[in-house]
Nanobody, 118 residues
Framework: QVQLVESGGGLVQPGGSLRLSCAAS????????MGWYRQAPGKQRELVAQ???????NYADSVKGRFTISRDGAKNTVYLQMNSLKPDDTAVYYC????????????WGQGTQVTVSS
């Protein structure tokens, strides 16, 4: 099986920065990162940043210009650099990988808590 482990979350003040990491392990052959999601209390999980196999990226309007997604294929790791954080960014952040042979089969980590508060 595939295991994803997110790290890098924490408590930061508004305007601060965090860098999230998501490392994939296990049966990683044939999987690729899709992107980062987040879920705030009482809200649905939303796509924050997406990265394609060719490196193309896409961002939610709410984070565009502040967040940057990147990947390291050799390490099977995806990153999310978050700058100029706002209280509305407070959520549990999850990374997602998918099976390149069966795109409908995906994998999720346990999530990492990001809290933006003064």
């Amino acid at each position: 099986q595939v295991q994803l482990v997110e790290s890098g979350g924490g408590l930061v003040q508004p305007g601060g920065s965090l860098r999230l990491s998501c490392a994939a392990s296990g049966n990683i052959f044939g999987i690729a990162p899709m992107g980062w999601y987040r879920q705030a209390p009482g809200k649905q999980r939303e796509l924050v940043a997406q990265i394609n196999s060719g490196g193309s990226t896409n961002y939610a309007d709410s984070v565009k210009g502040r967040f940057t997604i990147s990947r390291d294929g050799a390490k099977n790791t995806v990153y999310l650099q978050m700058n100029s954080l706002k209280p509305d960014d407070t959520a549990v952040y999850y990374c997602n990988f998918y099976d390149t042979s069966w795109r409908q089969k995906d994998y999720w980590g346990q999530g990492t808590q990001v809290t933006v508060s003064s």
